[in-house]
């Protein structure tokens, strides 16, 4: 399977991520399997960042752990970064911008001197034109035909004003014929493949999702990673009917999303942990008064403000817990944009059906690496049963009617004959406060211990309806990686490599963290044999949950706590030693 | 000027709708507690309004005085200490045919929950607030509130309250409300007025309400405000005057004004979303089916 990854590295402030994303993109129009990475600080201007895109011939999961061509901005960008070119990769700079002799990189790498900012000089003064000139010079060693490339960069700057669109085009291409007069494209480049695909980070696949399941209220207060899903929605707004609300604290994103679901539409709230903390007493209150809502937590490194644009798993603790008491919850945990966008899918619909808050839990690397995906794989036509499902009747309505499924028939304002008050304090099924004068009288007490039983028996619903774990690979396999989100991408990249050493595995990624159900779960982990865990945290959180909810031990661990996220040669060397 | 609601299972016409009474649950307040006088200045504010009780959305936080929903016959919703507002504002964008009354005390608006207000009052989003401000912490058992008067003593401040308090008056005025009124639990029939025609105006509306707390403030009792309130409506208070709203926002002592500070007709939040303009949000379609073309823009 032919691939190529181009890898471009600079400033802050550079461009960096729009010239990343022009060759990631233009990799995807020509039908090529597409994984894009940015990598920054959590600054504006200055600090190193670079982006990777990897193309493919077939789907690639991951980042991947190696590059073809770099295009470094700077001097950092050539000691940071050309360790990890292939022999036979390319180094493309600007003598202009910084000196580069061929010893100062491995005599298996050849290097590209592009004059960028002298190309840049015939169009305008304004210096960031050189990256059009840098991009030239890397589409054509990329295997990128020119007009792709030119396409791309008209559809990126239309928006703009006068000359740009010209400037890039003329720029772009001048830096294309430079490097067509010094040599051959690069031996990795990979021809058009087939019709264009979609390239999507995981924060657009939730908003997408979240659009398509009905949701008609999004408030959200920015914070990274989290911010592209309103970035998203926002622009989408007024097209799509969706109301977007940035919030002055995420304390009012979820109290707002009670409030609007209560009144009758489909909700969701989205941030990183630190916001999502703030949260935790609403999401409670909606456990408690049984209002439907969906959260996000597109996690980063934490504790506190930890690393802002670095990856983490660990706020699986935090959505477990989060909340005073005990309420339903379940939390789903999305591993690719195409599963992202039917997970958030299916979130709102088990939060409407089991009226309680459904936790979608992403990452860093997630939430924002691109990546290719087919128009076949994305449904737009989700079905949404109308929210309005109890008539009025002449008895008093119970909103808090106790069911064997312990889901209540749910009414809405504006409907007559159905008033009821929706609660944060223990009620009857009535909506009648038991907290006060009644709290602790026998009656009360019967019914606050049947109202903890009415809710919490919907956990064995959620538990049988929430998406089971998967098994991917031969069920008979000497390892069994058990993985869950982002991580999985690097697994099923690191199987492919195992596979390609002899080395059979398989994986078992669990697309729901919770409920769980412990038969299921344990039927399919009894054929198992040596298991090795891959979560991106320090104490192995879902190896605790699993052993708690199912008994089941999963002694070896590889874990990750350095904000970086999984590369497939790290999860095969581990699985070498497990094996 | 209660404002229609497109609600899909309306039989009736809103006519012969019942209007909002009091509940089968009997308020729990103390006896004598000013809040009796706020609930029933709701009620009959909405009487006079005649908006169906089907349409009519009372939220409220934690307190003494938050307990108040339970005991009207509209829809109701109890959440969390400081977090009315932020619910109220759910409630009015899930579907703005609604009419939603915010209530509660002076710890649930102007402590906790007071950055909520600020922001609420600044969108001018269509909502009544009405607080029943009586200077202390009720609910557990009596301490210093922000509205609580230096030097005054409570549990927590057994020497007396060292901080100055917040004017919530004042406050509402800077934050942009526009419709800002104090009324007094000792005077029924101008709160009731006061009340409806905040519900009735288009944009934020706040009532501030002095409703003493007979069992845990014996500072600013009925009688201490008897002696002191006087009506702007009776001393040539222009509420078109912000400069004058502020000016009498500040005054406190032997006379304390009640009554209309500030009333400005803007556009309120609802009217600038332009996603609200297709009716209630709560009634809109919803999904993508059949936009397909939507996944162009990730090519």
Not at chain 1, 133 to 150: E, K, N, S, W, Y
Not at chain 1, 548 to 570: M, R, S, V
Request: proline share 6%; with cysteine.
């Amino acid at each position: 399977m032919k691939e190529l990854a181009v890898r471009v590295g600079g400033q802050a402030g550079d461009g960096i991520a729009s010239i990343g994303e022009s060759i990631a993109r233009s990799f995807s129009r020509m039908g090529l399997h597409v994984f894009g990475l940015n990598a920054y600080q959590s600054v504006i201007r200055g600090g190193h960042v670079w982006y990777h895109a990897r193309a493919s011939e077939g789907k690639v999961h991951c980042q991947g752990d190696t590059a073809d061509i770099l295009y470094a901005l700077d001097r950092q960008t050539v000691d940071v970064h050309a360790s990890i070119l292939r022999p036979g990769g390319t180094v493309i700079f600007d003598p202009e911008k910084f000196p580069l002799a061929p010893t100062d990189v491995s005599s298996e790498l050849h290097l590209l001197p592009v004059p960028t900012l002298e190309i840049a000089r015939k169009y305008t003064s304004q210096s960031i034109l050189q990256n059009a000139a840098g991009i030239g010079a890397t589409a054509f060693l990329a295997g990128i035909p020119l007009d792709v490339i030119h396409q791309v960069l008209t559809d990126s700057f239309g928006r703009k004003a006068g000359d740009v669109v010209t400037w890039n085009i003329g720029a772009s291409a001048d830096g294309y014929r430079f490097a067509e007069t010094k040599g051959p494209i690069h031996p990795k480049a990979i021809a058009k493949k087939g019709p264009p695909k979609l390239l999507m980070t995981g924060n657009q696949a939730i908003a997408l999702g979240a659009a398509a399941a009905g949701c008609k209220f999004l408030v959200q207060y920015p914070m990274t990673p989290a911010t592209s899903i309103m970035h998203w929605l926002a622009a989408h707004s007024r097209a799509l009917g969706i109301v977007v609300k940035q919030s002055e604290d995420e304390l009012a994103s979820i109290n707002m999303a009670i409030g609007a679901s209560f009144a009758g539409v489909r909700t969701m709230t989205a941030s990183s942990g630190g916001g999502f903390a703030l949260m935790t007493e609403g999401l409670g209150m909606a456990g408690m008064a049984e209002v439907p809502v969906v959260v996000v937590d597109a996690a980063r490194a934490g504790p506190s403000t930890g690393l802002p644009t670095k990856t983490e798993q660990g706020d699986l603790n935090l959505l477990l817990g989060a909340g005073q008491g005990e309420w339903p919850r379940a939390v789903l945990a999305p591993s690719d944009p195409v599963e992202a966008y039917r997970l958030t899918a299916v979130a709102f619909d088990l939060a409407e059906r089991f009226q309680t808050p459904v936790l979608v839990l992403t990452d860093f690397h997630l939430a924002e690496a691109m990546e290719g995906v087919d128009r076949e794989e994305i449904d737009l036509n989700i079905p949404i049963p109308s929210l309005f499902t109890v008539a009025p009747d002449s008895h008093r309505y119970r909103r808090y009617l106790d069911t064997e499924s312990g889901v209540s028939p749910r009414a809405f304002p504006g409907q007559p004959g159905l008033n009821h008050i929706a609660l944060s304090d223990e009620h009857d099924e009535y909506g009648g406060d038991v907290s006060d004068i009644r709290a602790g009288i026998p009656a009360a007490i019967a019914v606050r211990k049947k109202m903890m039983e009415k809710r919490m028996r919907k956990l064995k619903g959620l538990a049988k309806e929430a998406p089971p774990p998967v098994l991917e690979g031969p069920a008979d396999a000497p390892l069994t990686f058990v993985a869950w989100g982002s991580p999985v991408g690097a697994v099923r990249d690191a199987m492919t490599i195992l596979h390609e050493k002899g080395k059979a595995t398989n994986l078992l990624r669990f697309p729901t963290l919770y409920p769980l159900d412990p038969d299921v779960v344990r039927s399919m982990f009894a054929r198992t044999r040596k298991t090795l865990l891959i979560e991106g945290n320090f104490s192995g959180q879902f190896a605790h949950l699993l052993r708690a909810e199912t008994g089941i031990e999963l002694p070896q661990k590889f874990l990750k706590y350095d904000g970086e996220p999984f590369y497939p040669h790290q999860i095969v060397a581990r699985a070498q030693e497990v094996l | 000027m209660a404002e229609s609601v497109a609600a899909p299972i309306v039989s009736q016409s809103a006519t012969q709708l019942p209007i909002v009474g009091k509940s089968e649950v009997r308020p729990t307040w103390c006896p004598g507690c000013g809040d009796y006088s706020v609930v029933a200045s709701i009620e009959m504010a909405l009487k006079r309004l005649k908006i169906p009780s089907k349409d009519v959305v009372i939220v409220s936080g934690i307190g003494c005085s938050s307990n108040l929903p339970h005991f009207l016959s509209s829809y109701g919703f109890h959440g969390l200490h400081g977090r009315t507002i932020p619910v109220a504002e759910g409630v009015r964008w899930g579907n703005h045919g609604l009419t939603v009354i915010g209530t509660g005390g002076d710890g649930d608006g102007f402590g906790i929950g007071v950055g909520h207000l600020i922001h609420a009052m600044r969108r001018n989003v269509k909502l009544t607030y009405v607080t029943m401000d009586n200077q202390v912490y009720g609910l557990t058992t009596g301490q210093a509130s922000p509205t609580s008067r230096m030097g005054q003593k409570t549990k927590s401040t057994p020497t007396g309250v060292i901080e100055n308090p917040l004017d919530p008056v004042s406050l509402a005025l800077a934050s942009g409300a526009t419709y800002v009124a104090r009324g007094f639990s000792g005077d029924v029939k101008h709160l009731t007025d006061l009340v409806a025609n905040g519900i009735a105006h288009k944009g934020f509306a706040f009532v501030d309400v002095f409703s003493p707390c007979v069992t845990y403030n014996k500072v600013n009792t009925f009688d201490f405000f008897r002696q002191r309130v006087y009506k702007l409506e009776s001393a040539g208070h222009d509420p078109s005057d912000l400069g004058a709203a502020f000016q009498r926002s500040l005054e406190w002592g032997d006379k304390i004004p009640i009554g209309l500070f500030y009333s400005v007709e803007k556009p309120t939040y609802e009217d600038l979303e332009e996603v609200l303009a297709a009716g209630p949000l709560a009634y809109q379609p919803s999904g993508l089916k059949g936009r397909e073309k939507l996944l162009d823009e990730f090519v």
